[in-house]
């Protein structure tokens, strides 16, 4: 075979088994494109098939159901989230009420107890003034219900009649009276005073509030009836020298 020939063969040849063919994609599809390389000697077979487009489903009402739906979801979601947020105000507020009601109720108690105690003071400070103000006659009547007085804040017992009983015959209601002639008087504490007592049991039985002078009427009378209530009960039960 003549060489040209041969180059020309060979150069086709080259050409048919290598070349690789292409397709573009037509109009409103897309082609497929097969090919095959087969080596030099081999048939070489070459299939061109064009692909088929797929199908697309479009519809207005898909998409509005989809939206209806999200707009469903998020409606309700922000539903629950103002139930729970009013369900939190209202548990606040019932909260609020509860301890506003609890602060109301300790401050009223506190109001009425003190005005309870401004009352008992009230009431104190009316009786001191009054106690303070009340006056008795210098006379054995004024010294005996002075005595009283004294004696009912200290809660010694004794009357008015009995007291007055003993003083006159112990003394005649004299309050500067001294007895110097009997046992006592032998032993140098003689008996003094409205109701006849010597020093050292005047000392003993001294009311708080009174004088210590054993000559003063009221101070006398209430030591004295002090000691008749521990030994006899009261000076009413007093009817001789005690």
Known sequence: ????????VQSRSLTRHHKIAMAGVATLGAAAIGFSAVPSGASTKTTTEAAQPAAVAYSNQQIKDVKASVTDQMAGASLKAEQIAAKKKADAA??????????????????????????????????????????YPNNLDGWI?????????HGIPGSYDGIKRNI??????????????DINAINGIPSKGLLQV???TFKHWHVPGTS??????????????NYAADKYGSMDNVDSAY
């Open 94 to 135: 019932a909260a609020a009420k509860k301890k506003a009601a609890a602060e109301a109720a300790k401050k009223k108690a506190e109001a009425a107890r003190e005005a309870k105690e401004a009352a008992s003071r009230a009431a104190k400070r009316a009786e001191a003034k009054k106690a303070a103000k009340k006056t």
């Open 198 to 200: 010597i020093p050292p």
């Open 168 to 181: 006159i015959r112990e003394s005649s209601g004299n309050p500067k009276a001294i007895n110097n002639w």
């Open 212 to 225: 210590w002078d054993i000559y003063d009427p009221v101070a006398n009378i209430t030591a004295a009836c």
């Open 1 to 8: 075979m003549p060489k040209n020939i041969f180059s020309r």
């Open 145 to 153: 219900r002075e005595s009283l007085d004294v004696m009912k804040k």
